[in-house]
């Protein structure tokens, strides 16, 4: 995993991940609101960017401008049903593709070592603890086993114009193996993380040291304004 001169801790990350996901998709587009979504939106090309994240940054940060430009110079001259589906578009892009992003931002940075060492400094219940770090553990785990089965199809000619013309036939080549190894994945990590004792009653010892910076001061005080306006505006 690559690293960064400017570190954050994971329990800020944590933070921040809720903090865009909630607010995104629940606030409002008006009064304070119309200020601070435009930060929200910007905050994961930002953290991205200084952890060298370059390549998702920059489609983020394209798929944003163009969903805004579109926003407000096309969507407004259309009408009937292009317009109610570029409005659910635009909806979608702008409300959950933040989270999301601060999400792939949370996962790509953090080691799973991390994370649960975060989660139990925030004495979060050890059920979720286990729930997590084998959720965490697992897409990227079940993304390599889809690339075997891939070249598993390529080494057996069942790639290309072979199975083009027969689309049930491809998705039955990959997703009864990848329901197979997701099964397996699945029951593999959760005994992993039992054998680590993260089921234990007792508090766990972990090589990672957890720091707060001064960057994480003012990444929670920000998360503090946005969720005083948020209660503010849309709860009183």
Known sequence: MERSNFQIDPRTKLLLTLTINIVTVSAPQSG??????????????????????????????????????????IAPYLHGFIFYLSLGIISISLRLLPGIMMGYFLLSTTSISELIAAMETLHFPKGLIIALSVMFRFFPTLSYEYLYIQQAMAFRGLTGPSVLFRPIKAMEYRLIPLMVSASKIGNELTMTSLTRGLSAPVMRTNVCQLHFYAQDFLLIFISILIWLVFFWEVLL
């Open 32 to 73: 304070w609101f119309q200020y601070i979504l435009p930060i929200l939106w910007f905050i994961p090309v930002i953290l991205l960017f200084i952890y060298q994240k370059y390549k998702a940054a920059s489609y983020y940060l394209i798929l944003l401008l163009s969903v805004s430009i579109f926003q407000f110079t």
